[in-house]
């Protein structure tokens, strides 16, 4: 057996041996029709007496269908039970979410597989060294926590069954030469070259750059996420001897990384990565006690000693969170009881609106997810045109609202909890779109419409 075809099937042997898979356990390979799966599912089949197919049709492209037919046509050959999803609506739906089609995409898949093998099922994915190089930069892209900079794990029960991946260390080409010997078809898939996906602009421009100026980028990368998994470890110690609504300030000063307690604290409460820095800010000597900082679910507040999250009031519950990116979602609309909130994403050069109903941002400017509440006593901002703060109250009164209709305010906050927009009134001085618009960049455009 050639060198590459060897080598992966002894990959695959050894996490099955290394799990304790008996033969005659039921493992899924979860299967594209791409050069990767079906190099797996050569080296699978090769090994492991009790095999299935499981193929997701996503909907998103012309020739999906034709994969498909492919995949079912393989497992056939191979005398395999195979079993296909195909995802309805998957791009209305994400777009109704607010969500990226990647993202989407994976959610369906998964979810699906989880159906298909139950809580203790196995499914084998085709991901090798080259899509763990990618993970890793678009978990630093992203912004997401350090620990995720480690890329995949080559075995993982996260989802409820078990997810094995034996071909992180082995890169594309080689994984491609396997089929070429044996004489195994593939599919092609064109969307992978569409430089419209983040993942496509990484593999074919990042990442060669990288290689060139620094060969070896992603071993120190993956170290910095090992150190990083040894300081969760600790901050998970602090926090299981504390209350799970409460963080000492204590715990904090002795966390190896007080961004990261803070991070794993709030993510519960739906604190974001971007807000960590007001967290931060709030468990500091500066902080007053009363001081808060909202998530889209709950009020974190610094008491004396510590951290306090809780609950937001029914005043504050209607509060609604989305991401407007580029490279997902171009427009949306979010309802409110007593108005709806749409919004675009406009391009370069963007027709100035004077409508006070509606508002501009610098999108590169604003701090992802946003959120959309009710005002309350307490909220302050920046105004266009102003040097300091300016209590929202003041700003009503000066706009001259009657106390009836105060209530009905409402205000898009930021992650970090800076009100970017009181709506119909003030945008902050520091999200304002540029004069003149930047053309290599984004405006996010609001529009309130009232009832």
Not at 13 to 20: H, V
Not at 27 to 47: E, I, P
Not at 110 to 116: D, H, L
Not at 331 to 357: M, Y
């Amino acid at each position: 057996m050639p060198d590459e075809r060897a080598m992966l099937t002894e990959a695959v042997q050894s996490l099955l041996d290394r799990e304790g898979v008996a033969a005659h356990q039921k493992v899924w390979v979860a299967v594209s029709g791409g050069a990767d799966s079906m190099a797996l599912l050569l080296a699978a089949h090769a090994v492991h007496e009790k095999l299935g197919v499981i193929h997701v049709d996503h909907g998103l492209r012309d020739g999906s269908h034709s994969d498909r037919l492919f995949v079912e046509s393989e497992a056939a050959r191979l005398k395999l039970e195979c079993k296909t999803h195909v995802a309805m609506n998957l791009a209305q739906r994400a777009k109704e979410r607010g969500e990226g089609l990647e993202a989407a995409a994976r959610a369906e898949r998964y979810g699906w597989f989880e159906e298909v093998v139950g809580n203790r099922g196995i499914v084998l994915t085709g991901h090798h060294a080259d899509d763990q190089r990618e993970t890793q930069l678009l978990h630093w892209l992203r912004g997401s926590k350090a620990e995720a900079w480690t890329g995949m794990t080559d075995w993982s029960r996260q989802r409820g069954f078990a997810v094995g991946r034996p071909f992180l260390n082995a890169t594309r080409a080689q994984l491609v030469a396997s089929l070429v010997d044996a004489g195994v078809e593939w599919k092609e898939d064109p969307s992978n070259q569409d430089p419209a996906h983040l993942r496509n602009r990484v593999r074919h421009e990042l990442i060669p750059l990288l290689d060139d100026l620094r060969p070896g980028w992603s071993s120190g990368m993956k170290r910095h996420g090992e150190l990083a998994k040894e300081w969760r470890t600790h901050s998970q110690a602090l926090l299981d001897h504390s209350p799970q609504d409460v963080l000492p300030l204590a715990a904090i000063e002795n966390a190896p990384s007080p961004r990261q307690l803070l991070s794993m604290w709030g993510e519960p409460f739906g604190v974001g990565a971007r807000q960590i820095d007001a967290l931060l800010h709030l468990a500091g000597p500066s902080a007053e006690v009363g001081a808060q900082v909202e998530s889209a679910s709950h009020v974190l507040v610094r008491e004396r000693s510590g951290l306090m999250a809780k609950p937001l009031t029914a005043s504050i519950s209607h509060g609604q969170s989305w991401s407007p990116l580029p490279e997902s979602n171009d427009s949306g609309e979010l309802a409110v009881p007593n108005g709806r909130l749409t919004w675009s994403l406009q391009g370069s050069n963007p027709t100035i609106d004077p409508d006070e109903n509606s508002a501009q941002l610098s999108h590169s400017a604003l701090e992802l997810p946003l959120t959309v509440r009710p005002w309350k006593e307490g909220d302050r901002m920046v105004p266009i045109g102003m040097s300091g703060h300016q209590k929202v109250s003041d700003i009503l009164t000066q706009r001259k609202v009657d106390h009836s209709e105060r209530k009905k305010a409402w205000v898009v906050c930021e992650a970090s909890g800076r009100i970017a927009w009181l709506v119909g009134h003030r945008i902050h001085r520091d999200v304002a779109m540029p004069s003149p618009p930047d053309p290599d960049g984004w405006v996010l455009r609001l529009k309130w419409v009232p009832h």
